[in-house]
């Protein structure tokens, strides 16, 4: 299973960025997925989540700002970040609860992408 995460980069404050994640592989069904972030020096922080019916959650920092969506069909989370501040600047990573053919439930992680929020 491989989670590929894509869309970071440098953007100014007031911004917007939208970040990608696919999954792919023998994957049976996904559950949660969802997005962290971690800022230098600090702890690695959830942002949002949102269940394979669409129940979404979101960090208070991200609530109004952000949206976490996600198309089933394509085994793929987004992450829409709008009104961007550069306390945002972290490296975002996505996260997948996924069972495989004859396996048990798993949390499976991306590689991470850097957002920078900078003028």
């Known amino acids: 299973v491989q989670l590929q995460a894509s869309g970071g980069g440098l953007v ?10 696919a999954a792919s592989g023998s994957i049976f069904s996904i559950n949660i997925m969802g997005w962290y972030r971690q800022a230098p020096g600090k702890q690695r922080e959830l942002v949002a989540t949102i269940t394979s019916g669409g ?7 991200a609530k109004d700002r952000f949206t976490i969506s996600r198309d089933n069909a394509k085994k793929t989370v987004y992450l829409q970040m709008n009104s961007l501040e550069p306390e945002d600047t972290a490296v975002y990573y996505c996260y997948a609860d996924i069972r495989l053919y004859g ?6 992680w991306g590689q991470g992408t850097q957002v920078t929020v900078s003028s």
Request: net charge positive; with cysteine.
């Open 55 to 61: 129940s979404t959650s979101y960090v208070n920092s």
């Open 103 to 108: 396996r048990a439930w798993k949390d499976y």
């Open 12 to 21: 100014q404050p007031g911004g917007s960025l939208r970040l990608s994640c």
